[in-house]
């Protein structure tokens, strides 16, 4: 399975980016996918997830109304469009394939999967 991100840059408070993410090597449309994100000096933390048949989707509170997760069942692919960005969501942005079957999508240790991640920086 690989998963690759991108859609990072850098952009000022207020601006919007749009992170994809391509996957291959497995049946993309049987797994609900993930977005996690990485800042410095903290812990990896949940942002968002969308079911196998994007029917669902979930947010972390902070990102709610700003953020939306979709996928592309077609072309193997997932997205975050991110809008009026604030300094606090600077981080590495991750995402994630989740086991099938088990475990809460907000847990980082129910995705077996992981891309390489892609930086959004933030400036205020």
């Known amino acids: 399975v690989q998963l690759q991100a991108s859609g990072g840059g850098l952009v000022q408070a207020g601006g919007s980016l749009r992170l994809s993410c391509a996957a291959s090597g497995l049946t993309f449309s049987a797994y609900t996918m993930g977005w996690f994100r990485q800042a410095p000096g903290k812990e990896r933390e949940f942002v968002a997830a969308?079911?196998?048949?994007?029917?669902?989707?979930y947010y972390t509170d902070s990102v709610k109304g700003r953020f939306t997760i979709s996928r592309d069942n077609v072309k193997n692919m997932v997205f975050l469009q991110m809008n009026r960005l604030k300094p606090e969501d600077t981080a590495v942005y991750y995402c994630a394939v989740k086991s099938r079957g088990r475990g809460t999508y907000g847990a980082s240790r129910w995705y077996d999967y992981w891309g390489q991640g892609t930086q959004v920086t933030v400036s205020s």
């Open positions: 969308v079911s196998w048949s994007g029917g669902s989707t």
